[in-house]
């Protein structure tokens, strides 16, 4: 049986692949053109063309992931933040037992 850890916790793999070649010019002018034909009418939206919309959206939704990221808060401060805090209430109830079992 596996003994779970919260401090060590496996990322899972990541598909990384890297084109062999990109022009963001191109990919650019193409995006643009399918913007202008779906507002003249000529094409319809189709699920592919919400795709670039719903990247990021999610942050953009809510305002205390929008502060973290703007003050630049990473994974590492998080960790050391939640870390104090711990120290933090294991010393106010170590303050509380002492002067509990003082009386």
């Not at 401090?7 to 890297?18: A, L």
């Not at 670039?52 to 630049?72: Q, V």
């Not at 050391?80 to 170590?94: D, E, H």
């Not at 303050?95 to 509990?100: K, V």
């Amino acid at each position: 049986m596996a003994i779970f850890s919260f401090y060590n916790m496996r990322k899972p793999r990541q598909f990384n692949h890297r084109p062999i070649y990109w022009n963001p010019r191109k990919e650019a002018l193409e995006e643009r053109i399918k913007k202008v034909e779906i507002e003249m009418g000529v094409r319809e939206e189709t699920l592919e063309d919400y795709k670039p919309n719903i990247k990021g959206s999610f942050i953009e939704g809510t305002t205390h992931l929008k502060k973290s990221r703007a003050r630049g808060d990473n994974e590492r401060s998080r960790v050391n933040n939640n870390i104090r805090l711990l120290l933090i209430v294991l010393g106010l109830i170590a303050l509380f037992w002492y002067f509990y079992m003082r009386t």
